[in-house]
Each structure stands twice: as C-alpha cells, then as structure tokens.
C-alpha cells in the first residue's frame, strides 16, 4: 500500500513536469526569435535608410553667367568656359566648368556637357564634317546632340540654361538616363 | 534539399556542429539573470562597430573638414544624426553593460581559480572599451572635442619617467593638439583598438567556455542545464532590453554639435564625459606637485588593483549573499563615484552653447540681408517673383540679376505689389540682394523664417548695426552680438534693452521702448545669432 502511493506520487509529478519543459523551451525559443527579428529589424531599418535613401540636397545650383550671346554666331558650336561654386557634400569650391554650346537661333541656346555619353571621354567639334567626334571610340554626334554612329547609345547630355538681357546663364547638367 | 546542404557545409566545415556545441553546452542549475550582462555587452560592441563602420562612410578623418563632414552628416545624409546618437549613446551604454558585468563577477566571486585569466582579460576590455571614449571625444572636432583632449594629454604629460615619450605618441607638442594628434586618435579609434578588442573578446569567450559558467556552491546537489534555450533567451531579453533604451534616447535625445575647435577660444570650459566626470572632480584635491598622485598614480593603483582581485581573494567559493565583503566594496566604489560625479555636476556652471549643427544659413547672413529678404517680402514681390520656380516675374534666386541698378529701382518702385512699401534706401539695400549675394543669403531668402526676418527688420529700423557688429556686419563702437544668447538669458537681454546702464555699468547705449511683440522679435532674433 505504502509502496504503490508513493509510485503514484512519482508519476503524478513527472507528467506535468515533461509537459511543462516541452512548453518552456518552446517559449523561450520563439521568445529568442521574436526579439532577435525584431534587433534585427531595428538595426536594419536605420542602416538600410543611411546607405540607399537619398541625401537631402543643401541648395539648388545657381545659374552662372557663362558668355554674351554677342560671342556666339547660329548654328556654330563653341566650346565655353566658365566658373562656377561646387558644392561637394561638405565641400565647397569654385570649379572651372566647361560646354559646348550651340546657338540655335536669335533667342535660343543648348549647353552640352563636354563628356561622350558613352564612355566620358572629351568630345570635340569637327567642322568639315559637321559632328561632334569623341576620339576615344569614335561616336559621333549631330549639332543637335543626336547619335550618329558609334558605341553611344543616347544623345549628348545637356545643362539647363536661360537667356536674359543677352546674356548666357548655364545651371546645373541634365542627366537622362 | 536545405538537409543536404546542411550535411555538406558540415562535412567540410564542421560549422552546425560547432554552432550545436555553443547552444548545447552544459551550465550551472543556478545561472539565470545575473549572467546576462556579458552577451549584452558584446551585442554592444557589436552595435558599435557597425555604426561606426557606417559613420567613417560619411566622415573625413582630417581636422579641418572632419567637422564639415560631421555636420553635413546631422544634416544632410538620411538617418545621420540617428546614426551618430546610436554610436554617443552606444558608447554610453557599452560602459555601463561593461561595467555591471565586471560588479556582477565581483560580487559573484567568479574571478576565483581557476578563472584568473578570464578576469584580467575582462579588464583588459574595460580599459578598451574607455580608450575607446576617449579617442573618439576628439573625432567631431568640435570645442568640446578639442578642450578635453588637451586635458588627455595634459595627463599623459605626467606620468613620471615616460610622459614626454608619451605625449610625442600621441603626436602633441605638449601645449596645443593639431593634425598628428587627430590622425593619430583616428587611427587608435578605428585601427588600432576595434582588432584588439575582437581579439580580446575572442580570448574572453574562449576562457569563458574552458572553465565553463561559475557555478555555485549549491550548484552539486542540481543537475546541469543546457544554455539554449533558457539562458538563450534571458540573455536575449537582456539585449532588448538594452537595444529598447538605446533606440529610445537616440531618437528622443539629440546628440549637439559644438562650434569647430578653436584653440584660441579661451573661454571654453571642457569636461569630459559623464563616466569620467568623478575623475575630474577628484583631480581637485590634488594640488602642485601632488598633481601627479591624482592623475596618474591613483589611477594606476586602482587598474593594477583591479587586476590583482583574483590573486588577493583567494578564498574558497561562496554563496553571494555571504559575500558581504565584495558587496560593501562594491556599494564604497559607487557612493565614491556617485559622490564625486554629484559634486561635478552641482559644480559645472550651466552652459546655452548652441547646438551648430541646427543653426541655419538665415542665421550666419547679415541683418542687413535678412533686413533686405524682409522687404522683398513686405512688398510682395514674391507674388510674380516665385523663389526656386519661373513664375510670371523670374526667379530671383537662380542667379543674381544682371539688369542695370537703375533699371531694377525703377521696376520696384513702379511694380511692387504693396505700393509704397518700401522707402528709397529700402529699395536701394534690396537692389544689391538682387545683385549680390551669398549663397547663404539665397538660402534664407528661400527659407528664413517669417518671425527672424522681422526681427531682423527690427533691428535694421533701429540701426543697431551703427554700433554693433554681427556676423561681419556693423561697427565695433559696441560689443560683438554673435552668441550674445550663449552669454546672456533672454530676462537680461530684454531689461537690458529698456535700461542698459542698469545692466551694463557705463553703458552708453541708448535706451529702447519696444512694443511687446517687437521685444520678443529682437530678442529671439539676436539671440540666434551663433558666436
């Protein structure tokens, strides 16, 4: 009789105590993924913003006086130099810039970038066969900035530019993708 | 498929084992949370590394444009400044994790044989993780950075025997702090320590597992447990926990930017940082040339001290609550620390330097500009002249106009739309904005807030720049305005204003009724002028 009791007791106490371990360790494993994702995420999400989203820009560039319309004659590019202040994240300086600029008409006037689109090579203006040429894989441009042949695969970039009182101003590059 | 994987990386690398081995080690019956602290704190180096790893991606390690980066960082570079109060916070709270872990091995008596090594390596981390505060105080470059550094070295200057040898370590001249000893600081917080402490972590873990988790006396009579996943997840909680309050006061507690470092800015009052604060206080009581016994010797004792705990105690193992003696040195060291850094704080005069990296273009142009953006504004100008977009009128901010000036007087005079508005010099001092600006002025043409563009106007119609200069512009028949709100509280400014001999014997500024509202436009105005 004594015997028997104390077999129950045993049995009584293993039972819920199995089932008990088995539902902690259960817990404490979703409980170390649980908090462990959400470390993760909250590491992440910071790390993630800093590298990928864009940086707040400080200002937007100004337009720089780059030549009097006077200098430039329709329909014939001229390569023009210019200075102009820089801002390079935490940096700031004057630069010399240079474009091509082309005279379409009395009012009208289209600033290229100086680089090949293919490969940012210095292009030039060659005259006698009326195309810009980059000597580097020899793409070719019209004076309207459209590919001829050559590797180039879009049309020259541009700046934005404005006339005022007969007076070229160039501002920042228009980049198309 | 993933099984198979698995078994293959296993077969040749031996990893999931490894990995099983680490989760599946045997601990005390009695461990539990009081052990947490060591894991969080290496999810503290962790989290330190990796910031700081994303900080130098945006960072120029070199005196003059390390506080340009910095600030373009805070400023521009999206979760900057989140970034860099995880890193200030981190540092924070890697010393206290660090530091309650080594109280808990003290109290606990776990440094006792055979676990020697792994207690003098913990304080070997100790010193590195507070060299670590130390050479990064000085990478913002900014007065506060620059004025506790030359405390650093002062001390290294001391140190009997090799001071001189140190202080040309540190590339100082003894006197003043440059390039060599900012690159040299650069170096030690990104070169020189983070392997050290990888390394030394590596070690530390290793004696860790060799000699297994401390147990304790009762610890015969239960048997063993696995440390995944009860301990596990204790100690996961703990980082959270951890993780949870640094989020919090990185979000909530913004970390300032002083001005740049500026050796000849006398009147800066360094104090390092909170930690070492009682360090500070201490150094008081040690006068000429016992100087040396406060900066250097004492602390010495007291690391040397630190080491040799294992070696003095050398006890059998015992309960913790029978520990009293560890427990009433422990509870000596906080009342002396707590006491010490009470006395620093109630000491240090309150400061109002202005946080730089929050102050705006508007706030470094003249009064003259702001005065000019003012009556750009007041005679609705803007209504044809749309700043940043052609409009009817063009954008006056693109670049400066080139129109003759008496075409342009002309043009305000007979097209503005609140005729009127502006007197003769006021259309002239809006002339040269059109025609001559910084970029800093076109910046707050654009942005400057409506009241310190009125403030401004306050200013400029009572000709306080006759007599005082302020930000480049002005005379010096007065004193200086810029940072005249890290001087003097807003009561002082205002009363001064009504009544200045009261205020500043001698005085002869003129005294100056303003209406409330004009007061309060002034007063916010000058007082947002950086020094």
């Known amino acids: 009789m004594e015997n028997s009791k104390k077999c129950i007791v045993v049995t009584a106490r293993a039972v819920p105590e199995s089932s008990l371990t088995q539902n902690r360790r259960s817990f404490y494993s979703a409980l170390v993924s649980g908090l462990g994702s959400a470390i993760s995420v909250g590491l992440a999400l910071p790390s993630v913003a800093y590298l990928f989203v864009g940086h707040k820009a400080d200002k937007t560039s100004n337009f720089v006086e780059a030549a009097n319309l006077t200098q430039l004659e329709v329909g014939k590019p001229k390569k023009v130099t210019f200075e102009r202040t820089r801002v390079d994240a935490w940096r700031m300086f004057q630069e010399k810039v240079i474009a091509w600029v082309v005279r379409t008409d009395e009012e009208n006037v289209v600033a290229y970038s100086p680089q090949c689109t293919h490969f940012g090579c210095a292009y030039h203006w060659e005259a006698t066969r009326d195309q810009f040429v980059c000597p580097c894989h020899e793409s070719r441009f019209s004076i309207d900035g459209k590919v001829l042949g050559g590797p180039a695969a879009r049309p020259l970039d541009r700046y934005s530019v404005r006339v005022e009182n007969g007076k070229l101003l160039i501002g920042s590059e228009i980049r198309k993708a | 498929m993933f ?235 703990a980082i959270f926990v951890w993780f949870a309050l640094l989020m919090g006061m990185s979000i909530l507690a913004r970390v300032p930017l002083g001005r740049v470092a500026d050796p000849t800015d006398l009147s800066y009052v360094p104090r390092p940082e909170w930690y070492f604060l009682f360090l500070f206080q201490f150094l008081k009581w040690f006068e000429g040339p016992l100087e040396v016994v406060g900066a250097v010797i004492l602390p010495t004792l007291a690391v040397v001290g630190l080491l040799l705990v294992p070696f003095i105690d050398r006890g059998v193992m015992r309960l913790v609550r029978q520990r009293t003696g560890a427990i009433g040195l422990v509870l000596l060291a906080a009342i002396f620390w707590g006491g010490l850094t009470a006395r620093t704080v109630a000491t240090t005069p309150e400061t109002r330097e202005m946080d730089m990296s929050m102050v705006e273009p508007w706030q470094e142009i003249s009064a003259g500009n702001m005065a000019s953006i003012g009556f750009f504004r007041r005679a609705q100008c803007g209504s044809c002249h749309e700043l940043g977009k052609s409009g009817v009128g ?138």
Not at chain 2, 102 to 124: L, N, S
Not at chain 2, 134 to 148: F, I, M, Q, V
Not at chain 2, 189 to 197: A, D, I, N, R, S
Not at chain 2, 484 to 497: K, N, P, Q, S, Y
Request: aromatic residues 10%.
């Open chain 2, 394 to 531: 063009p954008d006056l901010t693109a670049a400066p106009s080139s129109r003759p000036a008496s075409w342009l007087e002309e043009h305000m005079k007979s097209n503005a739309k609140a005729p009127g508005a502006l007197t003769d010099a006021q259309v002239q001092a809006l002339v040269t904005l059109v025609t001559k600006r910084s970029d800093k002025a076109v910046d707050a043409w654009r942005n400057a807030p409506q009241s310190a563009v009125e403030g401004a106007l306050v200013y400029q119609a009572h000709a306080c720049a006759s007599c005082h200069r302020l930000n480049d512009a002005g005379n010096d028949l007065g004193p200086p305005l810029n940072g005249v709100g890290e001087r003097r509280d807003r009561a002082w400014i205002e009363g001064h204003f009504a009544n200045p001999p009261k205020y500043s014997s001698g005085s002869i500024m003129p005294r100056s009724q303003f209406e409330p509202d004009q007061l309060k436009l002034i007063t916010d105005y000058i007082m947002a002028i950086p020094k």
């Open chain 2, 3 to 237: 099984r198979r994987l698995l078994d293959w990386l296993e077969d040749r690398t031996g990893v999931e084992g490894a990995v099983k081995r680490f989760l599946y080690e045997d601990i005390p019956h009695s461990s539990g949370w009081h052990q947490v602290f060591g894991s969080v704190a290496l999810f503290a180096f962790l989290v330190q590394a990796s910031t700081g790893i994303l900080l130098a991606l945006n960072y120029a390690p070199t005196p003059g444009e390390a506080y340009d980066s910095l600030r373009y960082l805070l400023r521009q570079v999206t979760a900057g400044r989140l970034m860099r109060a995880m890193h200030h916070w981190g540092a924070s709270l890697m010393i206290i994790v660090v530091v309650v872990h080594m109280i808990q091995t003290f109290v606990w008596g776990a440094y006792k044989k055979p676990r020697e090594a792994t207690w003098i390596a913990g304080v070997a981390l100790l010193l590195l993780t507070l060299a670590y505060g130390l050479s990064g105080y000085l990478l913002p470059w900014d007065n506060r950075a620059y004025w506790g550094t030359v405390v650093t070295t002062e001390i290294a200057a001391l140190v009997p025997g090799v001071g001189p040898l140190l202080v040309r370590l540190l590339g100082s001249d003894g006197t003043s702090i440059g390039a060599v000893t900012f690159t040299r600081f650069y170096v030690a917080h990104v070169q020189l320590l983070p392997p050290l402490t990888a390394l030394l972590i590596a070690l530390h873990i290793y004696l860790v597992r060799r000699h297994g988790v401390t147990p304790t006396p009762e610890d015969e009579n239960h048997p063993r447990k696995k440390f995944y996943p009860e301990q596990v997840a204790k100690d996961t909680v």
